[in-house]
C-alpha cells in the first residue's frame, strides 16, 4: 500500500476485495430492460438466471443459465454493476445511492480526513518505527494495527472513486461532465491500415508493421468502423503510391481514378520505416472507397499506374487485359462507417463536483460547466436573433437588389455621386478580347436581407452543367459549371466568298439584329439571349473560402474565411482597397443550434456567384425599357434624356412585363400592379444548387402544399420563383403569394449538402384543413403523446422518415403539464438558396466566325504560351504579332467589320486593332471577338447593344424611394389620365 498527496485530494493505491454486504435488493437488467429481485449468501449472489460467486472484481456463475451460455462477469464497484462479457449489465439500484450518499459525506467529512489521514501517517511511521526497534516500548496490538490499516483502505477507495469520477473513461478531465449515469457516449478509437495489409482488431500503433495488419485481395475487402473513429493510414513496404478517394461505389469497382480525390501523395505518405501517415476522422455514416495507383511523376502507362488498384482474382477485360505486370496486390479497400451500437456506448460515471468541494482547477465544476452551458446557449440564441433582426431590418430598408458600387468621386450635388452605376450600370465595361469574360466589377447586393459586397466580378459565361445528374451536380462545391457555345455563323456569311465579301455581309446581319428586322436578315437564330443572375445561399462553413465562380481575371485573394475577414477590417479600418479589387465582404452567421444540442452552433458563410442560363425563346430588344431614374440621367456630364442614357453603360433597364403567350410587337406598357411578370417565366427555367437535372420539389412547409400561381399543379421549388399560391386560403382571404415579406426575391429550394438546413416543427394538420391530410400514423402518434405526461419521456420519443406533409421527421414536444403536458408534432428541414436577374447578354456570330482561319489554342496545350511574346507591344503592329489566339487573346474578327477605334474606360481591355499571324504564317489586322456592351461603330449601322443590365436596386423596395418616382411621375408624367387628375387636383 503506497499514498501520496496531491493538492486537496488524496490519491491512494490499494487492493480493495470484494464487499458483499448488501448486495442484495432490486437490480436493473438491461437484457430485460427491467428490475429483477437478487439475494445474498455471502459473495454468492442468487437470481433469476442461477447463482454467482463474486470474488474480488471477478464474478464467476455456479450454475443455471449463466453458466449454461459460458459467460463471465466483471464487477464495477464504482457504478455499482456487473459487467458481462456478452454485453448484457446488471445495474444495483439501491447501491448507487448508497455510493451518492457516501461521497456526499466525504464533502462534509473532508477536513477530518485529511487530519485522520495525517495521523494515519504519523502512526503507521510509529508502527514502523516499534517493530523495526529492538528498544523497549509500549506494543500495539495486531488488532489495532489491521483496523488502522482497513480505515486507511476504505478511505483510499473512496478518494479513488472520486478520482475515476473526475477523468471520466476517456481519461479526459470533464469528459463525462454530462446527466450523471444515464448519457452514454462512444470513446473514439484510432484504426490502424496499411497498403496490402489485412486491418485486424489487432492493430496498434506498435503493431502496425506486423503482418496481422495487413490489406490485399485476400482480405474482407471491407473494414467497418464506428463514427467519431480516427483511420490511419500507413504504407508497409517500400512499393510507392499516392493514395486516393473513389467518389463513387462505380469508380471504386472500375479503379476509375478521373473520378477520385487525391489524398495523400507517395513523397508525404509513411514508408516501413518512416513514421508519418495518413489520418481522417469520420463524424458521420457512409460508406468511403480507397485505392492505390502509381504517381504520375514515376509511372507513365496509364494502366500500370492502376496496377496497385485490380484485383489479381478478378482482373480487368477488354482493352487492358493482359497489361498487367502482376505484382501488385490490390491495393483498395472499403471503409464501412456506422455508428456505435448500444454494446459500445460508455455510461459516464456519476459526479458533480460541486458536491464534493472539487474547487482546485484540474478537474470541470459541474455547477460552473453547466452554467457555461447555458451562457453559451443564450449568447448562441441572442447571435442568431441579431442576424435575423438585422437581416429583416435590411428587408424592412428595401428589396433583395443591387445597392452600390464603388465610388472615385463626389461632386456637388448628390446625384453626381454614384449609386448602383459608376463608370456604368454595376459597373459593366468590355473584356470582348476573352473569349467567354464579361466584364463586370465591384458592387453591393442584398440578397434576404444578407448585405455583401463582391469582389470585381469579370464573370464568365458558363450554366450550370445541364449533363450532371443530382447526384453528380451535388458532389462538388461550388457545383460544377459548363461553358455557354456561343451561335453559329449565319450561312450566307461564310458562303458569302472573301474576307471582304464576308465582312459586307455580316454588316447585314448585324443591322437586321439592330434594328429588329426579321426580313432583312431572320437574325433570331445567330444573335441568342442568355440570362445571367445573381445567386447566393448560406454554406455550411469550411475553413477555406470557395471560389465563387470562373473568372479569367480575378478571384478572392484569402487563404482562409478569418484571412479574409483580418484583410476587410484593416480596409475598413484605413478607407484603402484591394488594388487588385479581389475581396469580397462575405458575412458569416449563427443560424441555429445544432439538432441534438442545446448550445452547439450552427454556423453558416454567405456564397454567391454569377452564373448564366440561355434564354429558350429570343427577346425581342422593344422589350426592354430604360429606367426612368432622375439621378442617373443628371449624373452625366450633361443631362441625359432616356434615349440618350441608353446609348451609354450607365443605362439600366426593365423589361415589359406582358407574359410570353401575350406578347405582340408593339405591345404598350402596363401601368399598375402585377403579379407573374416575364421575368418570372425566364426565372423559373433557372435551376438552384441540386442542377438542371433536378426532379420536381416541393414545399409542404406547416402542411400546406405550394402551387404555381393559378392553382393548377404543385410548384417546382428546385427551379427560382417569386410568386406562388398556397392550397388553402390564408388569413386576408388569399391564396396567391409572393416570396418574403414584401420583396423582390427569387428562391429555390435544394438537398445539396453543402447548402445550410434549417428546421422547424409544428402541429400537424389533424382537422383535415390542408393540402394533405395526416394519416393513421399521424392519430396513432398523437395519441401516443397526449398519453404522456412525464417530461423525460416525452422529449425522447421521436420517428424519422415521416413523408406525410412533406415532413422529414416528427416528435414528441414538451409544454408542461399546465398547458396540456406532451403533443405531437411534425417537423420540416429544407435548404435554400436565392436569386435576382442581372443582365441579359446576347450572344452574336462574332464567338465563331473566324475568316482568316486564325488557330485557338486552348489552356496547357503548346501553342498557348506561344501565341503571346514576351515584349510589351506583341499585336500593335505587323512586324510583332500574336501567334494564334487563345481565351485571354481572342481576335479573330477582321478589322474591316467595323469603323471606329473606340476611346474606353480604363477598365476596357478590349483594344483597337490587333495583328495576328493565321495558320499560314499570314499577319492580319483584327478586332476583339468576344461580348462588348457596345460593339465598336459598324459602318450603315452604328454601334449595337449587346448586354442589357436589368438587375433590381435595393433602395427601389423603400418607402421614400417610391414616394420619390410617385412625385417624379406626377412632374414628368404624360399628363393624361390619373396622373393629370392629381395634378388638377
Given at each position: 500500500m503506497s499514498f501520496t498527496r496531491v493538492g486537496t485530494v488524496l490519491a491512494v493505491a490499494s487492493m480493495v476485495g470484494c464487499q458483499c454486504t448488501g448486495m442484495g435488493g432490486p437490480w436493473y437488467d438491461s437484457a430485460t430492460e427491467d428490475v429483477m429481485t437478487v439475494s445474498e449468501a455471502g459473495c454468492v449472489l442468487s437470481s433469476k438466471y442461477g447463482k454467482v460467486r463474486v470474488t474480488g472484481k471477478k464474478v464467476s456463475p455456479e450454475g443455471g443459465l449463466l453458466a449454461a451460455i459460458g459467460v463471465e462477469g466483471q464487477w464495477d464497484s464504482f457504478g455499482s454493476r456487473i459487467k458481462w462479457s456478452n454485453g448484457v449489465t446488471w445495474t444495483k439500484k439501491v447501491?448507487?445511492?448508497?455510493?451518492?450518499?457516501?461521497?456526499?459525506?466525504?464533502?462534509?467529512?473532508?477536513?477530518?480526513?485529511?487530519?485522520?489521514?495525517?495521523?494515519?501517517?504519523?502512526?503507521?511511521?510509529?508502527?514502523?518505527?516499534c517493530c523495526n526497534s529492538t528498544s523497549p516500548g509500549t506494543p500495539t496490538s495486531p488488532a489495532d494495527v489491521d483496523a488502522l490499516k482497513q480505515s486507511l483502505d476504505d478511505l483510499s477507495e473512496r478518494v479513488d472513486l472520486l478520482n475515476k469520477s473526475r477523468t471520466g473513461p476517456a481519461g479526459r478531465d470533464g469528459y463525462c461532465m454530462t446527466t450523471p449515469n444515464t448519457t452514454e457516449v462512444y470513446v473514439p478509437k484510432q484504426v490502424f491500415v496499411h497498403n496490402r495489409y489485412t486491418p485486424t482488431s489487432t492493430c496498434t500503433g506498435e503493431t502496425v508493421n506486423d503482418d496481422g495488419c495487413r490489406w490485399s485481395f485476400h482480405m474482407e475487402k471491407v473494414l467497418n468502423i464506428r463514427v467519431g473513429d480516427t483511420l490511419v493510414f500507413w504504407r508497409h513496404d517500400s512499393k510507392v503510391h499516392d493514395l486516393w478517394e473513389f467518389q463513387t461505389e462505380a469508380a471504386f469497382d472500375g479503379?476509375?481514378?478521373?473520378?477520385?480525390?487525391?489524398?495523400?501523395?507517395?513523397?508525404?505518405?509513411?514508408?516501413?520505416?518512416?513514421?508519418?501517415?495518413?489520418?481522417?476522422?469520420?463524424?458521420?455514416?457512409?460508406?468511403?472507397?480507397?485505392?492505390?495507383?502509381?504517381?504520375?511523376?514515376?509511372?507513365?502507362?496509364?494502366?500500370?499506374?492502376?496496377?496497385?488498384?485490380?484485383?489479381?482474382?478478378?482482373?480487368?477485360?477488354?482493352?487492358?487485359?493482359?497489361?498487367?505486370?502482376?505484382?501488385?496486390?490490390?491495393?483498395?479497400?472499403?471503409?464501412?462507417?456506422?455508428?456505435?451500437?448500444?454494446?459500445?456506448?460508455?455510461?459516464?460515471?456519476?459526479?458533480?463536483?460541486?458536491?464534493?468541494?472539487?474547487?482546485?482547477?484540474?478537474?470541470?465544476?459541474?455547477?460552473?460547466?453547466?452554467?457555461?452551458?447555458?451562457?453559451?446557449?443564450?449568447?448562441?440564441r441572442q447571435l442568431i436573433l441579431a442576424e435575423a433582426r438585422t437581416a429583416e431590418r435590411v428587408r424592412e430598408q428595401g428589396q433583395s437588389g443591387l445597392t452600390l458600387t464603388r465610388s472615385v468621386e463626389q461632386g456637388s450635388d448628390a446625384y453626381y455621386e454614384p449609386s448602383y452605376g459608376s463608370m456604368g450600370a454595376a459597373n459593366i465595361h468590355n473584356h470582348a478580347n476573352t473569349h467567354h469574360t464579361i466584364g463586370l466589377g465591384e458592387f453591393g447586393a442584398v440578397l434576404n436581407g444578407v448585405q455583401f459586397t463582391t469582389r470585381h466580378n469579370d464573370y464568365s459565361l458558363v450554366q450550370p452543367d445541364p449533363t450532371?445528374?443530382?447526384?453528380?451536380?451535388?458532389?462538388?462545391?461550388?457545383?460544377?459549371?459548363?461553358?455557354?457555345?456561343?451561335?453559329?455563323?449565319?450561312?450566307?456569311?461564310?458562303?458569302?466568298?472573301?474576307?471582304?465579301?464576308?465582312?459586307?455581309?455580316?454588316?447585314?446581319?448585324?443591322?437586321?439584329?439592330?434594328?429588329?428586322?426579321?426580313?432583312?436578315?431572320?437574325?433570331?437564330?445567330?444573335?441568342?439571349?442568355?440570362?445571367?443572375?445573381?445567386?447566393?445561399?448560406?454554406?455550411?462553413?469550411?475553413?477555406?473560402?470557395?471560389?465563387?465562380?470562373?473568372?479569367?481575371?480575378?478571384?478572392?485573394?484569402?487563404?482562409?474565411?478569418?484571412?479574409?475577414?483580418?484583410?476587410?477590417?484593416?480596409?475598413?479600418?484605413?478607407?484603402?482597397?484591394?488594388?487588385?479589387?479581389?475581396?469580397?465582404?462575405?458575412p458569416t452567421a449563427i443560424r441555429g443550434i445544432r439538432e441534438g444540442t442545446v448550445f452547439e452552433p450552427r454556423e453558416a458563410q454567405w456564397f454567391y456567384r454569377i452564373s448564366c442560363r440561355p434564354v429558350k425563346n429570343d427577346i425581342p430588344t422593344e422589350r426592354f425599357r430604360v429606367k426612368?431614374?432622375?439621378?442617373?440621367?443628371?449624373?452625366?456630364?450633361?443631362?441625359?434624356?432616356?434615349?440618350?442614357?441608353?446609348?451609354?453603360?450607365h443605362a439600366l433597364f426593365e423589361m415589359n412585363p406582358k407574359l410570353q403567350a401575350d406578347w405582340a410587337p408593339g405591345a404598350k406598357w402596363k401601368r399598375g400592379a402585377t403579379t407573374m411578370e416575364y421575368v418570372d417565366e425566364l426565372m423559373s427555367d433557372i435551376p438552384g444548387f441540386d442542377g438542371p437535372?433536378?426532379?420536381?420539389?416541393?414545399?409542404?412547409?406547416?402542411?400546406?402544399?405550394?402551387?404555381?400561381?393559378?392553382?393548377?399543379?404543385?410548384?417546382?421549388t428546385s427551379r427560382y420563383t417569386r410568386h406562388f399560391s398556397q392550397a388553402g386560403i390564408d388569413a386576408m382571404g388569399r391564396t396567391g403569394k409572393r416570396r418574403g415579406f414584401n420583396d423582390y426575391l427569387f428562391a429555390a429550394q435544394t438537398t445539396h449538402p453543402k447548402v445550410s438546413p434549417l428546421s422547424t416543427c409544428g402541429n400537424p394538420d389533424l382537422d383535415g384543413r390542408g393540402a394533405v391530410a395526416p394519416n393513421a400514423d399521424d392519430q396513432a402518434r398523437q395519441t401516443e403523446c397526449a398519453s404522456i405526461f412525464e417530461r423525460k419521456l416525452c422529449v425522447v420519443k421521436t420517428w424519422e422518415g415521416n413523408e406525410v406533409q412533406g415532413a422529414e421527421s416528427a416528435k414528441c414536444s414538451w409544454l408542461g403539464l399546465a398547458a396540456g403536458g406532451c403533443i405531437y408534432k411534425k417537423?420540416?428541414?429544407?435548404?435554400?438558396?436565392?436569386?435576382?436577374?442581372?443582365?441579359?447578354?446576347?450572344?452574336?456570330?462574332?464567338?465563331?466566325?473566324?475568316?482568316?482561319?486564325?488557330?485557338?489554342?486552348?489552356?496547357?496545350?503548346?501553342?498557348?504560351?506561344?501565341?503571346?511574346?514576351?515584349?510589351?507591344?506583341?499585336?500593335?503592329?505587323?512586324g510583332t504579332p500574336f501567334k494564334g489566339s487563345r481565351q485571354d487573346l481572342f481576335f479573330r474578327t477582321p478589322a474591316e467589320l467595323f469603323k471606329d477605334q473606340l476611346h474606353p474606360d480604363p477598365a476596357d481591355s478590349s483594344g483597337g486593332e490587333t495583328f495576328v499571324e493565321d495558320k499560314n504564317g499570314v499577319v492580319r489586322k483584327t478586332r476583339a471577338s468576344g461580348t462588348w456592351v457596345f460593339t465598336p461603330e459598324i459602318e450603315g449601322v452604328g454601334a449595337v447593344r449587346t448586354r442589357y443590365p436589368v438587375f433590381p436596386v435595393h433602395e427601389h423596395g423603400n418607402t421614400v424611394w417610391k414616394e420619390a418616382k410617385a412625385v417624379a411621375d406626377l412632374v414628368m408624367g404624360d399628363k393624361s389620365g390619373y396622373v393629370n387628375r392629381i395634378i388638377n387636383e
Amino acid at each position: 500500500m503506497s499514498f501520496t498527496r496531491v493538492g486537496t485530494v488524496l490519491a491512494v493505491a490499494s487492493m480493495v476485495g470484494c464487499q458483499c454486504t448488501g448486495m442484495g435488493g432490486p437490480w436493473y437488467d438491461s437484457a430485460t430492460e427491467d428490475v429483477m429481485t437478487v439475494s445474498e449468501a455471502g459473495c454468492v449472489l442468487s437470481s433469476k438466471y442461477g447463482k454467482v460467486r463474486v470474488t474480488g472484481k471477478k464474478v464467476s456463475p455456479e450454475g443455471g443459465l449463466l453458466a449454461a451460455i459460458g459467460v463471465e462477469g466483471q464487477w464495477d464497484s464504482f457504478g455499482s454493476r456487473i459487467k458481462w462479457s456478452n454485453g448484457v449489465t446488471w445495474t444495483k439500484k439501491v447501491g448507487t445511492e448508497e455510493l451518492l450518499t457516501e461521497l456526499r459525506d466525504l464533502k462534509d467529512k473532508h477536513s477530518d480526513a485529511m487530519g485522520r489521514i495525517d495521523a494515519l501517517e504519523t502512526t503507521v511511521t510509529r508502527l514502523s518505527s516499534c517493530c523495526n526497534s529492538t528498544s523497549p516500548g509500549t506494543p500495539t496490538s495486531p488488532a489495532d494495527v489491521d483496523a488502522l490499516k482497513q480505515s486507511l483502505d476504505d478511505l483510499s477507495e473512496r478518494v479513488d472513486l472520486l478520482n475515476k469520477s473526475r477523468t471520466g473513461p476517456a481519461g479526459r478531465d470533464g469528459y463525462c461532465m454530462t446527466t450523471p449515469n444515464t448519457t452514454e457516449v462512444y470513446v473514439p478509437k484510432q484504426v490502424f491500415v496499411h497498403n496490402r495489409y489485412t486491418p485486424t482488431s489487432t492493430c496498434t500503433g506498435e503493431t502496425v508493421n506486423d503482418d496481422g495488419c495487413r490489406w490485399s485481395f485476400h482480405m474482407e475487402k471491407v473494414l467497418n468502423i464506428r463514427v467519431g473513429d480516427t483511420l490511419v493510414f500507413w504504407r508497409h513496404d517500400s512499393k510507392v503510391h499516392d493514395l486516393w478517394e473513389f467518389q463513387t461505389e462505380a469508380a471504386f469497382d472500375g479503379c476509375d481514378f478521373s473520378k477520385a480525390t487525391l489524398r495523400v501523395g507517395s513523397t508525404e505518405f509513411a514508408s516501413f520505416e518512416d513514421t508519418r501517415n495518413y489520418t481522417m476522422t469520420f463524424t458521420a455514416a457512409g460508406d468511403h472507397f480507397f485505392g492505390a495507383k502509381f504517381p504520375d511523376s514515376m509511372v507513365t502507362n496509364e494502366v500500370k499506374k492502376r496496377e496497385l488498384c485490380w484485383d489479381p482474382t478478378d482482373p480487368p477485360t477488354g482493352a487492358v487485359a493482359g497489361q498487367m505486370l502482376g505484382f501488385g496486390e490490390g491495393s483498395k479497400i472499403t471503409i464501412r462507417v456506422l455508428d456505435p451500437t448500444k454494446e459500445e456506448m460508455v455510461t459516464c460515471p456519476l459526479y458533480d463536483p460541486s458536491k464534493y468541494g472539487v474547487k482546485d482547477g484540474k478537474a470541470a465544476d459541474s455547477e460552473s460547466v453547466e452554467k457555461l452551458k447555458g451562457t453559451v446557449a443564450a449568447l448562441g440564441r441572442q447571435l442568431i436573433l441579431a442576424e435575423a433582426r438585422t437581416a429583416e431590418r435590411v428587408r424592412e430598408q428595401g428589396q433583395s437588389g443591387l445597392t452600390l458600387t464603388r465610388s472615385v468621386e463626389q461632386g456637388s450635388d448628390a446625384y453626381y455621386e454614384p449609386s448602383y452605376g459608376s463608370m456604368g450600370a454595376a459597373n459593366i465595361h468590355n473584356h470582348a478580347n476573352t473569349h467567354h469574360t464579361i466584364g463586370l466589377g465591384e458592387f453591393g447586393a442584398v440578397l434576404n436581407g444578407v448585405q455583401f459586397t463582391t469582389r470585381h466580378n469579370d464573370y464568365s459565361l458558363v450554366q450550370p452543367d445541364p449533363t450532371l445528374s443530382p447526384d453528380d451536380y451535388k458532389s462538388e462545391w461550388p457545383p460544377k459549371a459548363s461553358a455557354i457555345e456561343g451561335p453559329e455563323v449565319p450561312p450566307a456569311v461564310l458562303g458569302a466568298g472573301t474576307v471582304p465579301e464576308q465582312v459586307a455581309e455580316m454588316r447585314e446581319w448585324f443591322k437586321a439584329f439592330h434594328t429588329q428586322n426579321k426580313t432583312h436578315r431572320n437574325y433570331p437564330d445567330y444573335f441568342k439571349p442568355v440570362l445571367c443572375y445573381l445567386e447566393g445561399t448560406w454554406a455550411e462553413p469550411a475553413e477555406e473560402v470557395a471560389e465563387p465562380f470562373n473568372s479569367e481575371r480575378h478571384h478572392i485573394d484569402a487563404d482562409s474565411w478569418m484571412d479574409l475577414h483580418e484583410k476587410l477590417n484593416f480596409m475598413f479600418n484605413n478607407g484603402q482597397k484591394h488594388i487588385l479589387e479581389n475581396l469580397a465582404f462575405l458575412p458569416t452567421a449563427i443560424r441555429g443550434i445544432r439538432e441534438g444540442t442545446v448550445f452547439e452552433p450552427r454556423e453558416a458563410q454567405w456564397f454567391y456567384r454569377i452564373s448564366c442560363r440561355p434564354v429558350k425563346n429570343d427577346i425581342p430588344t422593344e422589350r426592354f425599357r430604360v429606367k426612368n431614374d432622375l439621378h442617373v440621367q443628371m449624373k452625366q456630364y450633361k443631362p441625359a434624356t432616356r434615349k440618350e442614357l441608353g446609348s451609354t453603360p450607365h443605362a439600366l433597364f426593365e423589361m415589359n412585363p406582358k407574359l410570353q403567350a401575350d406578347w405582340a410587337p408593339g405591345a404598350k406598357w402596363k401601368r399598375g400592379a402585377t403579379t407573374m411578370e416575364y421575368v418570372d417565366e425566364l426565372m423559373s427555367d433557372i435551376p438552384g444548387f441540386d442542377g438542371p437535372q433536378a426532379s420536381l420539389m416541393t414545399d409542404e412547409s406547416f402542411g400546406v402544399l405550394c402551387e404555381n400561381v393559378n392553382g393548377t399543379a404543385t410548384l417546382d421549388t428546385s427551379r427560382y420563383t417569386r410568386h406562388f399560391s398556397q392550397a388553402g386560403i390564408d388569413a386576408m382571404g388569399r391564396t396567391g403569394k409572393r416570396r418574403g415579406f414584401n420583396d423582390y426575391l427569387f428562391a429555390a429550394q435544394t438537398t445539396h449538402p453543402k447548402v445550410s438546413p434549417l428546421s422547424t416543427c409544428g402541429n400537424p394538420d389533424l382537422d383535415g384543413r390542408g393540402a394533405v391530410a395526416p394519416n393513421a400514423d399521424d392519430q396513432a402518434r398523437q395519441t401516443e403523446c397526449a398519453s404522456i405526461f412525464e417530461r423525460k419521456l416525452c422529449v425522447v420519443k421521436t420517428w424519422e422518415g415521416n413523408e406525410v406533409q412533406g415532413a422529414e421527421s416528427a416528435k414528441c414536444s414538451w409544454l408542461g403539464l399546465a398547458a396540456g403536458g406532451c403533443i405531437y408534432k411534425k417537423c420540416w428541414t429544407q435548404r435554400w438558396s436565392y436569386a435576382i436577374p442581372l443582365e441579359v447578354v446576347y450572344l452574336t456570330p462574332l464567338l465563331k466566325w473566324n475568316p482568316y482561319n486564325i488557330e485557338y489554342h486552348e489552356k496547357k496545350t503548346p501553342g498557348y504560351d506561344a501565341v503571346k511574346k514576351m515584349t510589351t507591344n506583341t499585336g500593335l503592329s505587323p512586324g510583332t504579332p500574336f501567334k494564334g489566339s487563345r481565351q485571354d487573346l481572342f481576335f479573330r474578327t477582321p478589322a474591316e467589320l467595323f469603323k471606329d477605334q473606340l476611346h474606353p474606360d480604363p477598365a476596357d481591355s478590349s483594344g483597337g486593332e490587333t495583328f495576328v499571324e493565321d495558320k499560314n504564317g499570314v499577319v492580319r489586322k483584327t478586332r476583339a471577338s468576344g461580348t462588348w456592351v457596345f460593339t465598336p461603330e459598324i459602318e450603315g449601322v452604328g454601334a449595337v447593344r449587346t448586354r442589357y443590365p436589368v438587375f433590381p436596386v435595393h433602395e427601389h423596395g423603400n418607402t421614400v424611394w417610391k414616394e420619390a418616382k410617385a412625385v417624379a411621375d406626377l412632374v414628368m408624367g404624360d399628363k393624361s389620365g390619373y396622373v393629370n387628375r392629381i395634378i388638377n387636383e
